[in-house]
């Protein structure tokens, strides 16, 4: 027997799946250890992951085709400010890009009520200070085209001046240089032939997209987490070594595929948001195995709570990715996320009165005051203090969680609102449930869908235990708990089964009437840069399949950025005409018809390539095992109804004979599933749980 391994760690948990050959699906949940290794958390998680197989965690390693792994330590170390110290190689005269940033640099990534209040936005930390920044002689034309050639013997002295002091990595972005990228691949080899370790960054191979500055943050974060992000991944792979793995692990990437380790140590900037990419593509996988094509997949864990779609069938991609205000581009599945975890921190606002949840989190350590060690009150606390958590049946027993550290702790906060304990928990939920619903409606509403027209899927840890009340709130009537027991891992679950995915792009300018041939050329030239890559990574072109995509928009209208899909035909008159017509129906969609401008021609600006590997890794499926009676009955405080009402209790996930009719509470080895009065949750044939929602039960 042979299994695929997927690994995402997390801010509270370390998440582990295997898929066997035959389909079954066994998981594993450990403490993340952020403040000692994470290859710890990881090796523990294994641990019980091994426990469920059956076998010790050397058999199961040597048993494994392919291991796959998320990580968010980039995101960690941009976040947590602990990245190396980086030099950065600029044109002369644009030496202060990264510092000056856009217009926009005091509010990138702020929550809405920020946007606006000057005194509480500002500039981030920079980067790269001011001293580690040379600039260099040399112009690239914006049409390739070399204006000034590099000086090379002034760029080796400012370089050897540079690299004398105490930076660990470079980053090298020059004006132009996607366009022509020779001067900063000749800046590469001079740092090399001065410090032949030293890691560097090249924004044209990183991020070759127009926007200087977007650019440069792409190549810098690339050096920031570079150092620490390659150490950690060879750590990573020497202890599954060590353990039995006989094959280099796959890293996930946020364009939701993977990649070879040793790629994935020269491109960390590409494994920023790879869990919740993980999760996007699990659901991706079991949304197509149940024929649902319109899913808003919903994952909430203990920090955060991500929102990401498919539209018919295929997941939404992403030019531009922010972290701690700073933007850049790169493809990706688009998920956006915001603080609303189990771990949220609940509070009254001094100056409203009101009653807030998050953005900060607990995390794992403290924790939730329930753990053990937090204090301050939690969305997990509430979740206790209502019933809706046992806190004797957490994570199948494992986890002994503190009841009455949970009511003290939600006690001072009732005090403060002048509530009762339990108005003062179901407060905490039903806030949290709206700043989820208004993500949801801000990816679909205010992107001209309907998200009554979505199914809605569940996951993460915390996910199946709030479903009811936001997706209640939403309109929507069905739920998917993709795998059952297996959505609280299901991010985990997407990595192990994701295929291995380049993403590479190439800027053009080419206007309706859409030339042809020159569309021809360039995407002629991204393909040939994605076969290379991929045989680069050790796949044959026979192995690799291609999509293409034209990105376009209106003629220098830099906020708008429609994706169009170009098929597999030949890139001829025919198919520039069905993209034309593409453009303006899909302009009308979004936009409203009112919103053409037949004097404003349309431009393809990049062209778009997206090269795909299947590793062979079986979609699987879980089968319902508990029985179709509760075992007991407890008081649960449903939110909503405001009162306590007397709740069925299941163990194990219903059979698929089987339909639940709320009140009611499903309790599974890693999370819990919530069926509110006038709710129905029953077992389908691909083993995920489906919950029908009443909008109107109270």
């Known amino acids: 027997m042979t299994y695929a391994i997927g690994v995402d760690i997390g801010g509270t948990f370390s998440d582990c799946v295997a898929v066997s050959e035959d389909g079954r699906v066994f998981h594993g949940k450990a403490l993340s250890t952020h403040s000692t290794s994470p290859v710890e958390g990881v090796l523990n998680g294994l641990g019980q992951l ?56 005091r509010t990138a990534g702020a929550p809405a009520d920020r946007v606006l209040n000057v005194r509480d936005t500002d500039k981030p930390a920079p980067l790269v200070p001011r001293r580690n920044v040379i600039e260099v002689a040399e112009r690239v034309a914006p049409d390739g085209s070399i204006l000034a050639p590099l000086d090379e013997e002034s760029a080796r002295a400012s370089l050897t001046e540079l690299l004398r002091s105490d930076v660990e990595a470079i980053s090298i972005a020059l004006l132009w240089s996607f366009r022509n990228p020779v001067h900063e691949r000749r800046l590469r080899d001079m740092v090399h ?49 060590g353990r039995g793995l006989n094959r280099p692990p796959f890293i996930m990437q946020s364009n939701g595929g993977v990649l070879p380790v040793d790629v994935a140590r020269r491109r960390p900037v590409q494994t920023i948001g790879s869990g919740p990419a993980g999760g996007l593509a699990g659901t991706a996988a079991i949304a197509k195995s149940s024929g649902h094509r319109n899913v808003i997949a919903t994952d909430m864990g203990g920090t955060s709570f991500e929102v990401g779609l498919l539209i018919d069938g295929n997941p939404v991609l992403s030019s531009e990715n922010v972290i701690e205000q700073y933007t850049f581009k790169i493809s990706q599945l688009d998920v956006r996320s915001i603080a609303c975890g189990g771990g949220s921190i609940a509070r009254v606002d001094r100056h409203s009165g009101a009653l807030q949840v998050g953005p900060e989190s607990a995390g794992s350590d403290p924790g939730p005051a329930c753990y053990g060690s937090g204090t301050a009150p939690t969305v997990t606390d509430a979740d206790v203090v209502l019933g809706l958590i046992d806190p004797d049946n957490f994570l199948a027993g494992r986890m002994e969680l503190d009841q009455q550290a949970s009511i003290d702790a939600v006690q001072l906060l009732a005090k403060e609102s002048g509530l009762s304990v339990e108005e003062a928990a179901s407060g905490i939920l039903r806030v949290n449930g709206n700043n989820a619903a208004t993500l949801i409606r801000q990816r679909t509403i205010e992107q001209g869908l309907d998200p009554r027209d979505f199914v809605v899927y569940a996951f993460g840890g915390a996910g199946p235990v709030h479903a009811f ?38 800027e053009c300018t080419i206007r309706v009437p859409f030339d042809a041939p020159a569309l021809a050329v360039v995407t002629e030239s991204v393909e040939a840069r994605a076969l290379a890559e991929m045989a680069e990574a050790g796949f044959e072109a026979g192995q690799v399949r291609l999509e293409r995509t034209a990105l376009a928009r209106y003629a220098e209208q830099f906020m708008q950025e429609l994706p169009l899909p170009m098929g597999s035909g030949p890139v001829d ?23 053409l401008s037949p004097f404003h021609a349309p431009e393809i600006f990049a062209v778009r390539v997206t090269a795909t590997v299947g590793l062979g890794a079986a979609p699987g499926c879980a089968a319902g095992t508990g029985s179709p009676d509760p075992v007991r009955t407890r008081e649960v405080f449903w939110p909503g109804a405001e009162r306590w009402i007397t709740t069925a209790v299941y163990d194990g996930q219903p059979r698929g004979d089987a339909k639940i009719e709320g009140p009611a509470v499903v309790q599974l080895a890693h999370t819990t599933i919530s069926v509110a009065p006038d709710q129905f949750l029953h077992t389908d044939a691909s083993g995920n749980c489906v919950l029908t929602v009443n909008k109107d039960a109270y």
């Open 50 to 105: 091994a426990e469920a197989t059956g076998q010790t965690v050397e058999q199961l390693l040597a048993a494994t085709d392919q291991f796959s792994h998320g990580t968010t330590i980039g995101t960690n170390l941009v976040v947590e400010r602990k990245g190396a110290r980086v030099g950065l190689v600029a044109t002369k005269g644009h030496g202060d890009a990264l510092i000056m940033m856009r217009g926009r640099g």
């Open 193 to 241: 032939e001065i410090r032949p370790e030293m890691y560097v960054s090249i924004s044209s191979d990183i991020a070759p997209r127009q926007g200087e500055f977007e650019r440069t943050v792409a190549s810098v974060i690339n050096s920031y987490v570079g150092p620490a992000s390659s150490r950690y991944l060879g750590e990573l792979a020497d202890a599954l070594k």
């Open 469 to 506: 009340s936001f997706a209640r709130e939403l309109g929507v009537r069905e739920v998917v708990i993709p795998l059952g027991n297996g959505a609280s891992t299901l991010s985990a679950y997407g990595i192990a089964v994701s295929d291995a995915t380049h993403v590479l792009e190439q």
């Open 573 to 595: 008159e025919a198919m520039c005409a069905e993209l034309t017509n593409a453009f303006t129906s899909e302009y009308a969609r979004l936009y409203g018809e009112a919103a």
